[in-house]
């Protein structure tokens, strides 16, 4: 295991664009996603990581040790990319066997090492089979094993699962934790995806236009997003305007269209501000209070043990989750119409701009 410090890590590009500065710390044994859209700089900074992007400035420390200049073979790392690149002409345990064989490791250590992880990876079927023999998933598992061959004391997963089908890709993200744990290894993951990010780390650090903008932990990501983008990005809360109105001990009011509510967070009156509220957050009504503000529906989706309510108040969109099939399907049939809302107490959250 190793403790991998990045501080403030710059790669420029010759078209002008340019990744960093990154701050970044990962804990000995701890799984870290890079998670962010295309071209924020998640697999850049990867590369700067495994040695293959030289940075043009900052340091890259191991343990404390600066490797900023160390060629990869002396980083001790591995890697598996999207593409797997098995090697065409061996089978499967000649893959894995392969960085084993060129290092020196005797014949009987190499097929020891090979026997535990195919079986960790269950794949001990598969060692006789030609690399053009396996399924995707098979040969991102065989990947997987190459890659943790030599013991390395990092590894780096680069959007490993993309091009895989969704069903495949849950059932190995579940297996990637599982080995994670079990070699207790420091871990760099990069992937667009949300749901995958949350779904296997310890932390998330989230990458936008070459720079982190927020790290911590899945729910701490998505209960209090640090910023617009990060709010916006992981779909954690509805971006909406307001108004600061009042002070008061713990929160300030906030007014949008006539709608006062209590926020979390500081301002100063009639200063315009931007506050997130969680779809789960919001609840809607049918009930024809008229006290509660009201929206007109603009969509219905259904969603795994959930509806995905979209509302138009005054010109802002508002994304409610609402777990009531029945309710649901009544405001299907109100299509434009008037539905009201509120926000639960606490629930909303004033963001920087």
Aim: net charge negative; proline share 4%; hydrophobic share 40%.
């Amino acid at each position: 295991m190793v403790s991998v410090v990045l501080h403030g890590l710059m790669r420029r590009f010759r078209d002008g664009t340019s990744i960093g500065p990154i701050d970044l710390t990962v804990n000995d044994g701890e799984l870290m996603t890079l998670l962010g859209p295309s071209g924020s700089g998640k697999t850049t900074t990867l590369r700067m990581i495994a040695g293959f992007f030289r940075p043009q400035a900052g340091r890259l420390l191991f343990d404390n040790q600066d490797v900023t200049l160390a060629p990869p073979r002396d980083r001790n790392i591995g890697m598996v990319f999207q593409s797997v690149a098995l090697f065409p002409n061996m089978n499967v345990y000649q893959n894995i066997a392969f960085a084993l064989e060129m290092a020196g490791w005797s014949r009987e250590a190499t097929i020891d090492r090979v026997e535990y992880l195919a079986d960790l990876l269950d794949i001990r079927g598969l060692l006789l089979r030609r690399s053009n023999e396996v399924s995707g998933g098979e040969g991102q598992r065989i990947a997987l094993a190459r890659a943790l061959a030599k013991e390395p004391n990092l590894l780096l997963l680069d959007e490993p699962l993309s091009a895989l089908d969704p069903q495949l890709r849950e059932r190995l993200q579940t297996e990637i934790r599982r080995i994670q744990d079990e070699l207790d290894i420091t871990t760099i993951y990069v992937t667009h995806s949300q749901d995958e990010a949350f779904a296997i780390s310890d932390r998330v650090a989230i990458l936008n236009e070459g720079v982190v903008n927020q790290v911590g932990q899945p729910e701490e990501l998505y209960d209090r997003p640090a910023n617009e983008f990060v709010a916006s990005f992981l779909g954690s809360g509805n971006v909406l305007t307001g108004v600061v109105m009042e002070l008061q001990k713990e929160h300030v009011i906030v007014e949008t269209d006539g709608y006062r509510f209590g926020a979390n967070g500081s301002g100063v009156e009639g200063q315009t501000v931007k506050y997130t509220v969680k779809p789960e957050d919001i609840v809607l009504t049918l009930d024809g209070n008229t006290d509660a503000p009201t929206a007109s529906i603009i969509s219905v989706v259904p969603r795994i043990g959930t509806f995905r309510i979209t509302i138009d108040f005054h010109g802002q969109a508002i994304v409610a989750s609402v777990p009531d099939e029945s309710l649901a399907h009544k405001l299907r049939s109100m299509k434009e119409a008037e539905v009201g809302f509120r926000f639960t107490d606490g629930s909303v959250m004033l963001i920087d701009e």
